[in-house]
Structure formats: C-alpha cells, structure tokens
T-cell receptor, first 117, second 114 residues
Framework: EAQVTQNPRYLITVTGKKLTVTCSQN?????MSWYRQDPGLGLRQIYY???????DKGDVPEGYKVSRKEKRNFPLILESPSPNQTSLYFC????????????????FGQGTRLTVV | SQKIEQNSEALNIQEGKTATLTCNYT??????LQWYRQDPGRGPVFLLL?????KEKRKERLKVTFDTTLKQSLFHITASQPADSATYLC?????????????FGRGTSLIVHP
C-alpha cells in the first residue's frame, strides 16, 4: 500500500530538548516536504527536498532542520524546541517532473501533533 | 507576491444540494491545480487534478473547473451528503528549477446538514 508514515503521532516535550520527527515513504518519490498547520493559517511549508541530498527552505524554516540521506526518509529535526513550535506537522511526498501524463498528487502522512511546554 | 485565496468562512448547505467552493490565485502561472480534502487532525487526501489546458474535470459527484483567465477554480460537489463535511484545500503548482512545487490555500470548511 502506498503510504507516508510519520512518527510519533503525538509528542509532548519541554523547551530546549532536541527532538526528531521521522517521515518515510514507500513510493520512490523524489519530492518530500514538511508542513506545519496552525488554526487559521493553513498549511505552511517548512522545508522541502527535490531529491537525495537536495533540501531547501520553505516559508517558515526558522528553528527546524532536515536531512535527506536516503530517498525514502526525510526527518524533521527541532534542535531546541520552543512553545511557538507547538503545532500539527505533516510530511508529504510526490513524484516530480512536468511530464504531461504524470500523476503529481501529493501523499500526506497522518500527522504529528507536537506540544512544547 | 503569490497568493491563493479560499473563502475562510464555512460553507453551510443542506443535504442533496450542490456545494461550490472557490479558489482564486494571483501572481501564479500554474501548470496544475489540485483539490484535497482534509478531515480534522488528519492529513489532506488528494481528490482531483486539473491541468492548465483543461476547462473541466469530473470524478463521480465531484467537478472542478479551471479558468486561467479569471485565475480561478471552482470545486463542485453535487448531491452533497453529511459525509462530505470536511475542509477542502486547493493547491497550485508552479515551476521552480524544472520541477513543480505545490503551495496550498488555507482551505474552506464545508458543513452539510442532514
């Protein structure tokens, strides 16, 4: 089954304690992305990756790091979490390319609800 | 700057009616436009994709139109049901470095009353 898997689903942590949210996809997709979703603000892109070892900042990258050492994995790292990073996080993947008949739908993980106290 | 606008107010309709949601955009030249459904606390799920040279796309009770002159897409759900209640997001692709990067609107909440 095609899927994007995030872990953990729920996480409560304290300010300053480093954490990693994992994301893995089984569709051999080149493109992966992290979003955060806050009430009234919609999905905001944190970082994205076009392929292995290629990452770039999205709209709200401050306080986050990512890595893409393998095609299937794209972990999100919070080196020193702060309460303003309390949010619902989604990882997504998709095939890329502008081929006319290419299916470019994005597949999302089930979400990680992070609370930083 | 680039902007995607979806009505922030919830759309309330009666079961059986047609729901119409709007997505307007500025400063984009999208190759594709997509619609997603999102239920509370869950990840968005893809519904339909329409390309820039297509005027209309249908899938069961869903219909999407794409007017690149008006810079607008309309998303219709016919014979709506309470199970259609959710938030609907539109997403635009624009070319960047040879690949396409999707950006999402904030979504419109649809509430279908029995």
């Amino acid at each position: 089954e095609a899927q994007v898997t995030q872990n953990p689903r729920y996480l409560i942590t304290v300010t300053g304690k480093k954490l990693t949210v994992t994301c893995s996809q089984n569709m051999n997709h080149e493109y992966m992305s992290w979003y955060r979703q806050d009430p009234g603000l919609g999905l905001r892109q944190i970082y994205y990756s076009m392929n292995v070892e290629v990452t770039d900042k999205g709209d709200v990258p401050e306080g986050y790091k990512v890595s893409r050492k393998e095609k299937r994995n794209f972990p999100l790292i919070l080196e020193s979490p702060s309460p303003n990073q309390t949010s619902l996080y989604f990882c997504a993947s998709r095939a890329t390319g502008g081929a006319w008949n290419k299916n470019t739908e994005a597949f999302f993980g089930q979400g990680t609800r992070l609370t930083v106290v | 700057s680039q902007k995607i606008e979806q009505n922030s107010e919830a759309l309330n309709i009666q079961e059986g009616k047609t729901a119409t949601l709007t997505c307007n955009y500025t400063n984009y030249s999208p190759a594709y436009l997509q619609w997603y459904r999102q239920d509370p606390g869950r990840g968005p799920v893809f519904l339909l994709l329409i390309r820039e040279n297509e005027k209309e796309k249908r899938k069961e009770r869903l219909k999407v139109t794409f007017d690149t002159t008006l810079k607008q897409s309309l998303f219709h759900i016919t014979a709506s049901q309470p199970a259609d209640s959710a938030t609907y997001l539109c997403a635009l692709d624009s070319a960047s470095g040879g690949s396409y990067i999707p950006t999402f609107g904030r979504g419109t909440s649809l509430i279908v009353h029995p």
